[in-house]
Every structure is written in structure tokens, then in C-alpha cells.
């Protein structure tokens, strides 16, 4: 009677453990419904963030970007291959943004915001880890007083702005980082007339 009694405790803990990771996700509907601020230009930030941490497959990237979309700090670590789950997530996040950047929490309302660059293997399409990705910040985001910004997939398929339909090929999981980041390039000097100064202007202007 106490082995049927004890395994039946474990079975009931364990299934509250998995009912409670499950809770700790949120799906696209959610996400999109959450009033996540767009970005204005997110193949420059995922551009600058590839170039600057050439991340691998389970490579996170989380950056805290001022009003004007400026990258004021940012910090990539590994993913452990775990169970995906929330709330481990929001307690990684939350460790490296302590570890880049004072919080916000005596302001009234959030003026920098926080977003995420998650390198894996596969296609484009929400998965519950992205779910648990998207818990884990929008959580780490209230308790270091950012606001919580666009989530952000680097796949095969490419990159990809989740509950926004916005991505591009370029940069994908496998592609070599872009000489400089976009928003770090130095400006053009000034040209006029000529073939020349033509193919700078459309080269600035992509």
C-alpha cells in the first residue's frame, strides 16, 4: 500500500509540474494581443545583433534598445538542452540583463525596451519553446522595468518577427555574419553624379 501510495504521489506532482510549465507560455494569439511595440526597422537590429554575437543553433541574444531604437547594451548566452519551460528562461534573461544593464524600476512607465534574437534549427513556424521564450521575457521585462519588445526567431527558413508576419532569408541559423552591422555602418561620404555614386545610393538605401 505505501509503494502504490508513493507512486501515485509522484505521478500526480509530476503531472502538476508539466500542468504548470505548460502555463508558462504563451501562444501567438497572446503575444500578438499583448501590445508588443513595433520595430521600426528589424532586419537592422537582427542584422546588428548577428553581426555582433554570431550566434549557433540555442544561441539566445537579449538587447535593450532606447526610444530611438539605439542599442545601448546586449548579452548572448546558451540555451541548456531542458525541457522548455518559462519561467528557467525568464531567470536567464533576467541574469544577463542585471548583468548589462541597470533597471528601470523607479520610473512610472518604461522607456527602453528589451527584445530577443533566438537562433534555432528548423523552420519559421511558433513552437512552445518560443512560447516559453515569450513568457520568459515578457516576465524578465516587468521585474528589471523594460518594456517588452519584439521576440524574434533566427531559423533555416531565416528571421522572423513572431505575431508581427514580418522576416526576411537574410541572416538565416547557418549564414555567415555581414561584414559590419547595418546600424553600426559608418555613413557614406557625399558623392554626386556618376554610375558610381548611384550604386552607393541603392547600397545605403537597402
Do not use: K
Not at 501567438?28 to 542584422?47: C, D, F, K, Q, T
Not at 528589471?144 to 537574410?170: F, N, P
Not at 555613413?187 to 537597402?206: D, H, K, Q
Request: charged residues 25%.
Amino acid at each position: 500500500m505505501t509503494f502504490g501510495f508513493a507512486s501515485t504521489s509522484a505521478a500526480s506532482l509530476s503531472t502538476s509540474a508539466s500542468a504548470a510549465s505548460a502555463s508558462r507560455l504563451l501562444e501567438p494569439a497572446e503575444w500578438a494581443a499583448a501590445g508588443i511595440p513595433l520595430l521600426r526597422n528589424p532586419r537592422e537590429i537582427v542584422s546588428g545583433l548577428h553581426a555582433r554575437h554570431r550566434p549557433v543553433p540555442h544561441t539566445a541574444i537579449v538587447a535593450v534598445l532606447d526610444p530611438d531604437e539605439r542599442l545601448r547594451a546586449s548579452a548572448s548566452f546558451t540555451r541548456r538542452l531542458a525541457p522548455a519551460d518559462g519561467w528557467m528562461f525568464r531567470n536567464a534573461l533576467l541574469a544577463q540583463l542585471r548583468r548589462v544593464i541597470p533597471h528601470d524600476l523607479r520610473r512610472r512607465t518604461p522607456v527602453r525596451t528589451a527584445v530577443l534574437l533566438y537562433c534555432r534549427e528548423g523552420d519559421g513556424r511558433w513552437t512552445e519553446e518560443d512560447g516559453a521564450w515569450m513568457w520568459g521575457l515578457r516576465d524578465a521585462c516587468t521585474l528589471h522595468g523594460l518594456r517588452c519588445g519584439a521576440y524574434i526567431t533566427l531559423t533555416d527558413d531565416g528571421w522572423q518577427v513572431l505575431g508581427e508576419g514580418r522576416g526576411g532569408r537574410r541572416p538565416h541559423v547557418h549564414s555567415a555574419p555581414e561584414p559590419f552591422a547595418t546600424s553600426e555602418a559608418p555613413p557614406l561620404p557625399p558623392r554626386s553624379g556618376g554610375p558610381v555614386s548611384e550604386v552607393l545610393r541603392r547600397a545605403a538605401a537597402r
